[in-house]
């Protein structure tokens, strides 16, 4: 179930069915909150979904999330019906509770070493939202990325994870998908689709992983992310533009 509009300030709690099934708060153009939806896509897990607007967010929101961010996983089933905030940390509570199509590698050496990667992806996010919000210089950000360029030679498959998308691929795409609000905002100062020599692996990791079953499961088109990212620039997010 996938209530399509945000709830805000004054909505009342979802009604939603007694029936054990985990519920996620989310907001929908929110790169960390995909990370949890891919996930349990991934274990094709039934879930309830309930959109927050970030701006104005419900009162009862807390009870939920008490840092008030989104995503918050809502165990509905489990004793005191706990939940779990923190993207990351729902991902690895969701592959271990269900191991069926594993995110995380089997060994632990690799499994500790694509952590710190994720990990060292926050140079990215950070520097991202720094060009975004105050038109910093890109210049780090590419730096940032030369890191996972670097990365995926190194490790000599087509994925982060091997053979096919895992762990680190998944965690790292939502931002990945979010690259046309960056060329947006950068015009001529964009040069990662532009720049094929310095970013060959990291643009042919991002073809195959438009293609992938899993992303194309939860995935917003180029066009709204820009369009959602200028109408939250004016003041006036868009929160509903899919509804």
Request: contains cysteine; proline residues 7%; hydrophobic residues 40%.
């Amino acid at each position: 179930m996938s209530a399509g509009k945000h709830l805000t300030k004054g909505s009342p709690r979802p009604a939603l069915p007694d029936d054990g099934v985990p519920r996620l708060y989310s907001m929908r153009f929110c790169p960390y909150a995909q990370r949890a939806h891919l996930a349990l896509n991934a274990k094709k897990l039934p879930h309830h979904t309930i959109y927050i607007n970030l701006t104005e967010k419900p009162e009862w929101l807390v009870d939920y999330s008490p840092l008030l961010k989104v995503p918050a996983l809502h165990l509905v089933a489990e004793r005191d019906q706990p939940a779990l905030i923190e993207s990351l940390i729902i991902v690895e509570y969701l592959d271990e509770k269900y191991p069926e199509n594993p995110l995380l590698a089997k060994d632990p050496l690799q499994r500790a070493q694509d952590k710190i990667l994720v990990e060292r992806f926050g140079a990215v996010t950070s520097n991202f939202m720094k060009i975004l919000v105050h038109n910093a210089e890109p210049d780090e950000l590419w730096s940032a990325f030369d890191v996972f360029e670097e990365e995926l030679g190194k490790r000599g498959t087509s994925y982060f994870s091997g053979s096919k998308p895992g762990y680190v691929d998944y965690m790292i795409w939502p931002w990945f998908e979010r690259l046309p609000v960056l060329q947006f905002v950068l015009e001529d100062r964009y040069i990662f689709g532009a720049d094929t020599l310095r970013f060959a692996k990291l643009n042919a990791w991002v073809k195959l992983m438009l293609n992938d079953d899993l992303v194309k499961s939860f995935i917003v088109q180029p066009e709204q992310h820009v369009e959602f990212w200028r109408t939250r620039k004016a003041g006036n997010a868009n929160y509903d533009m899919l509804a």
